[in-house]
C-alpha cells in the first residue's frame, strides 16, 4: 500500500499517453485509486477541494486575460506590427526574422495566447518570408519560437497558474519574468543573425529599392502607431501592478478593458466579434478549469496517500548524495521530457503541485524556481510530436511546407530555449532582482 501513489502515478502516465482525454483521466484515476485508499470517505473530501478551487480569486485573472488575448487578436494589430517591422529591419540579413520575433514578443506581452499569435503570424509571416527567399526551416522555425514568447513574458496565464499552485504573488512573477523573457528575445534574434551572417541565402534581405519609397519621418511615424496600442496595453496592465493601484487579478480586468478599447479604435469592433471573443473566452477557460478540477483531485488522493512524501524520501536521497543542484537538473530534465507529450496545463496541474515544495523545502527560491519552470514549459509548445505551435503554423502554412522542415526549423530554437534556462539557473538574480527592488519595503 505504501507505494500505491507511484501505482497511481504510473496508471495516470499511461492512460495519458494511451490518448485519453486528460480531465477525464485525471478525475477517473483520483476516483479508482481513492476508493481504494479511502473508501467512501473520499467522496466527503472531494467537493470541499473543488469548492476551494472554484472560490479562488485569483484564478479570475485567467478568463480575463484570454479575453484580452482573444480580443486582440481580432484587432488587426498583428499585421501592422509585422508590416511595420519589416520595413524597419528589412534592410539587414535576417531582419524579417527578427521583425517577427519582435512582435511575437510584442503579441506575447499583449496576448499571452500561444494559439492565437502562432496562427496569426504564421497566416501573416510565414508567406512573406518565404516569397523573400526564406530558408523553409528557418521561416517556420522563427514564428514557431516567437509565438510561444507569451509563456514567459507578462502577462502570462501559466504564471498566475504557477503562482496559485506554488503560492507566490502573482505580481512577483509578472515583474521577475520580465528579464528572462527579453534574454530569450534576444538569444533568438542572435541565432537569426548569426544563421544570416553564415549563410546569406538562407535569410537575404528586403531590396532596398522597395524600402526606399519610405522616407525616415514616414518610418518613424508608422513605428509609432504600430507600437502604440501593445505598449499602452502593457503599461496598463504591468503598470498597474508596478504602481500598486491594481492587483493581477485588477489589473487582468484593466488589460481586457484596453484590449477592447484598442479594437474599437481600430474600427474593428462589432457585436458579432464581441459574441465570438465571449465564446471563445468561455471555451478556453472551461478547458482550464475542469482540467483543474481534474487535476485538484488528483492531488488531494496521491497526497493523502503519500505521495509527496514518497517523491520526498527519492528526491532527498539523491540530494544527501549528490547535493540539491543535481535534484534540480533532474528535476528540469523531467519537466522537458514530460513536454515532449504533454500540455504545459497538465503539467502545471499534475506535476508543479508535488515537486514544488520539495524544491523550495531544499532552499531554493519560490519565484526563481516558479520562473524557471515557466521558461522549461515553453519548450513544451515546440518540441514534438505534442508540439502545439506547431501543430497550430502546420494547419496555417502553405502546402509546400511539410512538417519536417516545422520540426527541423525549431531544433535551433529548442537548444537556444535550453541555454536561455541555464543562463537563468546560473544567474538567479535575472529573475530575482526586479521584484526585490520593486516590492522592498
Not at 501513489?5 to 485509486?33: D, E, Q, R
Not at 509585422?82 to 527578427?98: P, Q, S
Not at 533568438?188 to 528586403?206: C, D, G, N, Q, S
Not at 468561455?282 to 483531485?297: D, R
Amino acid at each position: 500500500m505504501e507505494y500505491l501513489p507511484a501505482w497511481m502515478f504510473l496508471a495516470l502516465t499511461i492512460l495519458l499517453m494511451a490518448g485519453f482525454p486528460v480531465t477525464f483521466t485525471l478525475m477517473g484515476t483520483a476516483l479508482c485509486f481513492g476508493m481504494i485508499g479511502f473508501g467512501w470517505d473520499f467522496f466527503n473530501l472531494l467537493p470541499l477541494r473543488i469548492w476551494g478551487v472554484m472560490t479562488n480569486v485569483t484564478l479570475l485573472a485567467v478568463p480575463l486575460f484570454v479575453f484580452m488575448g482573444v480580443m486582440l487578436e481580432r484587432s488587426g494589430l498583428a499585421e501592422e506590427l509585422l508590416d511595420t517591422m519589416g520595413l524597419l529591419f528589412g534592410r539587414i540579413r535576417g531582419g524579417l526574422a527578427v521583425s517577427v520575433v519582435i512582435v511575437g514578443a510584442l503579441l506575447g506581452a499583449s496576448t499571452g495566447i500561444v494559439g492565437a499569435t502562432v496562427v496569426t503570424m504564421g497566416l501573416l509571416a510565414v508567406p512573406i518570408m518565404l516569397k523573400r527567399g526564406y530558408q523553409k526551416e528557418l521561416a517556420t522555425g522563427t514564428v514557431s519560437a516567437s509565438g510561444t514568447l507569451g509563456q514567459i513574458i507578462p502577462p502570462s496565464i501559466v504564471l498566475v497558474l504557477i503562482g496559485d499552485i506554488v503560492g507566490v504573488p502573482i505580481g512577483d512573477l509578472f515583474i521577475g519574468a520580465i528579464f528572462p523573457g527579453l534574454l530569450l528575445v534576444g538569444l533568438y534574434i542572435l541565432y537569426i543573425l548569426i544563421a544570416a551572417f553564415i549563410w546569406p541565402e538562407k535569410a537575404p534581405a528586403v531590396p532596398k529599392a522597395e524600402l526606399a519609397a519610405f522616407t525616415p519621418m514616414e518610418l518613424f511615424k508608422r513605428v509609432g502607431r504600430a507600437m502604440f496600442p501593445p505598449l499602452f496595453l502593457m503599461v496598463a496592465v504591468l503598470g498597474s501592478i508596478f504602481a500598486g493601484i491594481a492587483s493581477p487579478t485588477e489589473a487582468a480586468a484593466v488589460g481586457a478593458v484596453g484590449a477592447t478599447v484598442l479594437t474599437i479604435a481600430n474600427r474593428k469592433f462589432s457585436m458579432e466579434v464581441l459574441n465570438e471573443v465571449m465564446r471563445s473566452t468561455m471555451q478556453l477557460t472551461c478547458m482550464v478549469f475542469i482540467i483543474l478540477v481534474g487535476a485538484a483531485a488528483f492531488g488531494l488522493v496521491f497526497r493523502g496517500m503519500g505521495g509527496d512524501e514518497l517523491v520526498r524520501e527519492f528526491l532527498g536521497g539523491i540530494a544527501e548524495n549528490h547535493g540539491k543542484w543535481v535534484v534540480l537538473t533532474i528535476v528540469m530534465g523531467l519537466i522537458f521530457v514530460i513536454g515532449f507529450f504533454l500540455d504545459f496545463i497538465e503539467i502545471t496541474f499534475i506535476h508543479v503541485p508535488v515537486l514544488a515544495p520539495i524544491m523550495i523545502e531544499f532552499g531554493f527560491d519560490p519565484a526563481w524556481f516558479c520562473i524557471l519552470i515557466a521558461v522549461n514549459l515553453q519548450t513544451s509548445f515546440m518540441t514534438p510530436p505534442f508540439g502545439f505551435s506547431l501543430f497550430y503554423l502546420k494547419a496555417v502554412t502553405p502546402p509546400e511546407i511539410a512538417t519536417g522542415h516545422i520540426y527541423r526549423g525549431i531544433i535551433p530554437f529548442v537548444i537556444f530555449q535550453l541555454i536561455g534556462l541555464l543562463i537563468v539557473i546560473l544567474f538567479p538574480q535575472l529573475a530575482t532582482w526586479l521584484p526585490k527592488i520593486i516590492f522592498a519595503p
